[in-house]
């Protein structure tokens, strides 16, 4: 109802653009996405390559400084890592003050912000040294706050890091042992989780990115521009949906598996229904990195003989809605989270901690968007203009008289 050539005439040039859908926020080297022909590539890298011969560590290298690392290089990030694992004892006795409940995510994100207090000496993001040594302690502590939002969601005590284990290793280790006790890591564990790290790592300017360079815009530090990003990564149309698919799936089990009946009541658009794990703003053919998760989930999803009913559901309804009118005049396909959830909770994770492994692997990409907006000297605050749509002047009443 409004008359767009007025309001356009009162903001000068100012062009409405709603969801970003065709705007780029800045220039940026890091990640290559081809929506229409389905491609992603890291530092010009492809991400199958980097899916079948990496590591997450080595991806987190390439992302954070631009290029594969040496043998040297890679050890010597490896070794940083591994020393900076621990939480300062005052940060482990934060967890305490969440209720026994608490979702892991805003544990994940409170922590996250709190711990730029513990160093408050290397705040500065123009500080070379000290944005380096923010890097390490992100990277290393992540994955250990991680595991101790999920003890305190089941109540179970905290493990200290043992950094003789590689990060996915002892990621596992604190998550899912117990103190004094032996944990048998399961390689198969060990590289399902490495490569799900991997293929979260970035995704150009997405929610949780754009948020992450719009606070640090402010020239705000990056731990708290690392806890905004996870902030934004928990809404279900973006990191929450993986755990939002497998609530989905569940429900369609519940319901006798049909799969049609709710397949038409997504697309009759019934209490705002979606296929979650479907659509993607710049993917317009099917999700590079669900086409490799699909791939290589037999080996968990069919561990010890053991198939989970939920995953013929999410193999029908990905059948179905592929030959549906809806979703191909749509260009609706798998996105990156249909199948992760189902490997997850086969890996023994509850649906709370979906999330919050998407948020360990997409850590490196924020780090290095974060580091590439800080460093450009093109960089101003993000400061977006809007259209103003409300009342024009008029005088104010006295409250007597409303
Ligand atoms: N199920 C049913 N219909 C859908 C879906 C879906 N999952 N996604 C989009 N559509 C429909 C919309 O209703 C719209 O239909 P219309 O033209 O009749 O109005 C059309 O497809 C275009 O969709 P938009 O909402 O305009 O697409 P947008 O780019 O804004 O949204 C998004 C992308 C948020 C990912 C959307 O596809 C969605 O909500 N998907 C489900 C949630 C999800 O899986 N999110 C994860 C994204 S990937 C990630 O963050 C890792």
Redesign the pocket.
Known sequence: GYDISKLLKETGNTTVDI?F?NTASCNSAITYIDGDAGILRYRGYPIEQLAEKSSFLEVSYLLIYGELPTTEQLEDFDQKIRRHTLLHEDLKAFFGGFPRDAHPMPVLSSAVSALGTFYQDSLDPFDKEQVEISTVRLMAKLPTIAAYAYKKSVGQPFLYPDNSLSLPENFLRMTFGFPAEPYDLDPDMVKALDLLLILHAD?EQ??STSTVRLVGSAQANLFNSVSAGIHALSG????G?NS??LEMLGGIYDNGGDVDTFVKK?KN?EDGV????????VYKNYDPRAAIIKKSADTILNKDGVSDPLLDIALKLEQVALEDD??VE?K?YP????YTGLIYKAMGFPTKMFTVL?ALGRLPGWIAQWREMIEDPQTKIGRPRQIYVGETERDYTPISSR
């Open positions: 969801g859908v995704h997405n929610c279900p149309l973006h990191g949906a939002a698919v997504v658009k979606k296929l979650m794990g479907f659509g993607h703003r809806y979703f749509r609706l996105n990156v989270d249909f998407f």
